[in-house]
């Protein structure tokens, strides 16, 4: 409904309470008692809530929903939805009959008096679309960036009444729910970083699909998800992790690829300050490598996904064109964890070029110390020159004389290293000439890409590959 996407809070709050099909509670933790509060000021909010609670301090919270020894996270807001949306249906059966019951939670830590924190929140929606149909959720992660504590209340107030309202009346389509999610609202004020949906009302919604709207949207710069689709909250899943980051297009994903990753996560863990367990391997595909004729393929995007997936790799995707920015957002998450990022060597031209920071007031030196100030290292996977096909590794790397106590500085304190190992036998493998090879239908790129990816290709049709009988009828036309 087009017209439900220009209404004002209080609008889409009172149709909503005017609905007598549409009957739910609130539950709000810590900071998040704003949205139930613009349902009673909208009016006629008898017909439409249930109840409404705010367990503010801890103990009331343990006493509802059982102790647990973090409050703002997604565990508890999970637990909170679950709690509500079946007491609802315990306590009112009858009422079940006649309308679609809705659970609304939130857990939120805001701005404190002193603002050294960063105002976050976890909010969701249970909820059914129709009469006696099983539950629905909408679960998403929030950063609030206003400067003010009644600020960050009032613009999670119209977020929560924005969700509500989608959920009911802009679902089917997904640019319309996007839309009315973040009404009246903008990024200065609320960022979302995760959101993942399920149930009935989404089941022709691919979540990877949810979260690259938000980073092409701008909603966030960047979110991840995990090898079975799964999208996470980058805060939560990387935190104090020792990361190991892999910036490409992966178009598709080939022999190289593996052996840089592999290699490069074996020589990772050879630093006193890597374990295993605390390891966690991110592919990330920047946004701009997702682009085809000036606009984002979200097909391509998936088909990539999908791949990368299928090898059991966790994927990020950004809008973090530069490599420092991409660190510097990274290393805030680890904290003080060493973190390494595996680069080609050709990589290391745009790197090291100065032009490349032209709009930083400090420059290159900026760049460098927002990126590479922080604990991280960089391993630098050779390749075979372009011109002559002999080998090109870091020590052959050619650095203006100007840069060149940079480089041997970060060299000297741990910051870059070559591989020590790498198979020189798939060097020559470049993403370009496979791709090329799938849309010709030439058998050759097959032995450029690992057996599981062949399969993929082969089996989805995936970057312009058509099966053999395709081809002929379409000869014989």
């Not at 609320?190 to 701008?218: T, W, Y």
């Not at 709009?359 to 630098?380: D, S």
């Given at each position: 409904?087009?017209?439900?996407?220009?209404?004002?809070?209080?609008?889409?709050?009172?149709?909503?309470?005017?609905?007598?099909?549409?009957?739910?509670?609130?539950?709000?933790?810590?900071?998040?008692q704003e949205v139930a509060a613009n349902f009673f000021k909208a009016g006629g909010s008898s017909g439409t809530i249930a109840y409404t609670q705010s367990a503010?301090?801890?103990?009331?919270?343990?006493?509802?929903?059982?102790?647990?020894?973090?409050?703002?996270?997604?565990?508890?807001?999970?637990?909170?939805?679950?709690?509500?949306?079946?007491?609802?249906?315990?306590?009112?059966?009858?009422?079940?009959?006649?309308?679609?019951?809705?659970?609304?939670?939130?857990?939120?830590?805001?701005?404190?008096?002193?603002?050294?924190?960063?105002?976050?929140?976890?909010?969701?929606?249970?909820?059914?679309?129709?009469?006696?149909?099983?539950?629905?959720?909408?679960?998403?992660?929030?950063?609030?960036?206003?400067?003010?504590?009644?600020?960050?209340?009032?613009?999670?107030?119209?977020?929560?009444?924005?969700?509500?309202?989608?959920?009911?009346?802009?679902?089917?389509?997904?640019?319309?729910?996007?839309?009315?999610?973040?009404?009246?609202?903008?990024?200065?004020?609320?960022?979302?970083?995760?959101?993942?949906?399920?149930?009935?009302?989404?089941?022709?919604?691919?979540?990877?699909?949810?979260?690259?709207?938000?980073?092409?949207?701008?909603?966030?710069?960047?979110?991840?998800?995990?090898?079975?689709?799964?999208?996470?909250?980058?805060?939560?899943?990387?935190?104090?992790?020792?990361?190991?980051?892999?910036?490409?297009?992966?178009?598709?994903?080939?022999?190289?690829?593996?052996?840089?990753?592999?290699?490069?996560?074996?020589?990772?863990?050879?630093?006193?300050?890597?374990?295993?367990?605390?390891?966690?391997?991110?592919?990330?595909?920047?946004?701009?490598?997702?682009?085809?004729?000036?606009?984002?393929?979200?097909?391509?995007?998936?088909?990539?996904?999908?791949?990368?997936?299928?090898?059991?790799?966790?994927?990020?995707?950004?809008?973090?064109?530069?490599?420092?920015?991409?660190?510097?957002?990274?290393a805030s998450i680890a904290r003080e964890k060493l973190m390494g990022v595996l680069v080609g060597v050709y990589n290391l031209h745009t790197i090291f070029d100065?032009?490349?920071?032209?709009?930083?007031?400090?420059?290159?030196?900026?760049?460098?110390?927002?990126?590479?100030?922080?604990?991280?290292?960089?391993?630098?996977?050779?390749?075979?020159?372009?011109?002559?096909?002999?080998?090109?590794?870091?020590?052959?790397?050619?650095?203006?004389?100007?840069?060149?106590?940079?480089?041997?500085?970060?060299?000297?304190?741990?910051?870059?290293?070559?591989?020590?190992?790498?198979?020189?036998?798939?060097?020559?493998?470049?993403?370009?000439?496979?791709?090329?090879?799938?849309?010709?239908?030439?058998?050759?790129?097959?032995?450029?890409?690992?057996?599981?990816?062949?399969?993929?290709?082969?089996?989805?049709?995936?970057?312009?590959?058509?099966?053999?009988?395709?081809?002929?009828?379409?000869?014989?036309?």
């Amino acid at each position: 409904m087009k017209q439900d996407l220009r209404l004002t809070t209080e609008d889409k709050a009172l149709k909503i309470n005017l609905r007598t099909d549409i009957y739910g509670c609130f539950a709000e933790i810590g900071a998040g008692q704003e949205v139930a509060a613009n349902f009673f000021k909208a009016g006629g909010s008898s017909g439409t809530i249930a109840y409404t609670q705010s367990a503010y301090d801890m103990k009331v919270s343990d006493a509802m929903y059982g102790e647990a020894s973090r409050y703002v996270c997604e565990e508890r807001l999970l637990t909170m939805l679950n709690t509500e949306f079946e007491t609802m249906k315990y306590r009112l059966p009858e009422k079940n009959k006649t309308s679609c019951f809705f659970a609304f939670c939130n857990t939120v830590e805001s701005l404190n008096y002193h603002k050294t924190n960063q105002g976050h929140g976890w909010i969701g929606v249970r909820f059914q679309h129709e009469l006696g149909s099983l539950p629905n959720d909408v679960i998403l992660h929030v950063k609030m960036h206003d400067n003010s504590h009644k600020g960050q209340q009032e613009a999670l107030g119209i977020l929560g009444v924005n969700l509500l309202h989608a959920c009911y009346f802009l679902a089917d389509h997904v640019d319309d729910f996007f839309n009315g999610l973040f009404y009246r609202l903008t990024r200065d004020r609320v960022e979302i970083d995760m959101i993942r949906v399920s149930g009935p009302r989404f089941k022709s919604i691919d979540n990877r699909i949810v979260a690259l709207q938000l980073v092409k949207r701008g909603f966030t710069d960047a979110t991840m998800f995990d090898l079975c689709g799964n999208v996470l909250q980058p805060a939560t899943a990387l935190y104090k992790k020792n990361i190991l980051l892999m910036r490409g297009r992966f178009r598709p994903v080939t022999k190289v690829h593996i052996d840089m990753i592999e290699r490069g996560k074996k020589q990772f863990l050879k630093e006193k300050e890597v374990q295993e367990k605390d390891l966690c391997l991110i592919l990330e595909l920047t946004l701009k490598d997702l682009t085809a004729d000036g606009k984002i393929s979200s097909k391509d995007f998936v088909d990539r996904a999908e791949l990368l997936g299928s090898l059991g790799y966790t994927v990020m995707i950004s809008n973090y064109l530069k490599h420092y920015k991409m660190v510097d957002y990274l290393a805030s998450i680890a904290r003080e964890k060493l973190m390494g990022v595996l680069v080609g060597v050709y990589n290391l031209h745009t790197i090291f070029d100065e032009r490349y920071y032209d709009n930083l007031p400090g420059g290159l030196f900026e760049a460098f110390g927002r990126g590479f100030g922080h604990n991280i290292k960089m391993f630098v996977y050779p390749a075979n020159e372009v011109e002559t096909g002999e080998l090109y590794t870091l020590a052959d790397f050619q650095i203006p004389e100007n840069l060149k106590g940079l480089k041997q500085y970060m060299e000297d304190n741990n910051k870059l290293e070559a591989y020590s190992d790498f198979d020189p036998s798939l060097l020559h493998i470049l993403s370009d000439d496979v791709l090329a090879k799938i849309r010709v239908n030439s058998t050759s790129w097959e032995n450029d890409v690992p057996e599981e990816v062949v399969k993929a290709i082969k089996f989805f049709e995936l970057f312009g590959y058509k099966k053999k009988k395709e081809i002929e009828s379409s000869v014989t036309v």
